[in-house]
């Protein structure tokens, strides 16, 4: 059940998780958007021009284990994920499982979507 959000500006606020993924019980998830930076110095070392490369999305998800699947390698879809304007799919390139006697299973997994051109 969502939570009741009171106070100052509380419509523009967000609490809690507004989306699931298959095959866990999410508990957390991170989206950050980079690139690569490369700058031209000129000769008194001011930057005079700059180029961004090898942009990316990268989307970290944690939660229960259920039945989640995916190999690392390969496409993944996710519902929510952010693009920042990019397009293409989702790749996995981390997956770990996790199991202890005093808690549920979990697993967490690493997705990047690349600007391929």
Known sequence: MPATIVGSGSG???FGLADDQTGMVVQSYTHAASSDLVELKN?????????F????????????FTTFSGAVGGTVSLNGAET???????YL???????????????????????FA
């Open 93 to 115: 390139t981390e997956v770990t499982r996790t199991k202890s006697a005093d808690n549920f299973e979990q697993v967490s997994f690493t997705a990047v979507l690349f600007d």
């Open 12 to 14: 523009n606020l967000a």
């Open 43 to 51: 000769k008194s070392g001011d930057t005079s021009a700059a180029a």
């Open 53 to 64: 490369r090898n942009k990316r999305v990268t989307y970290t998800v944690e939660g229960a």
């Open 84 to 90: 920042f304007g990019l397009s293409g799919s989702y």
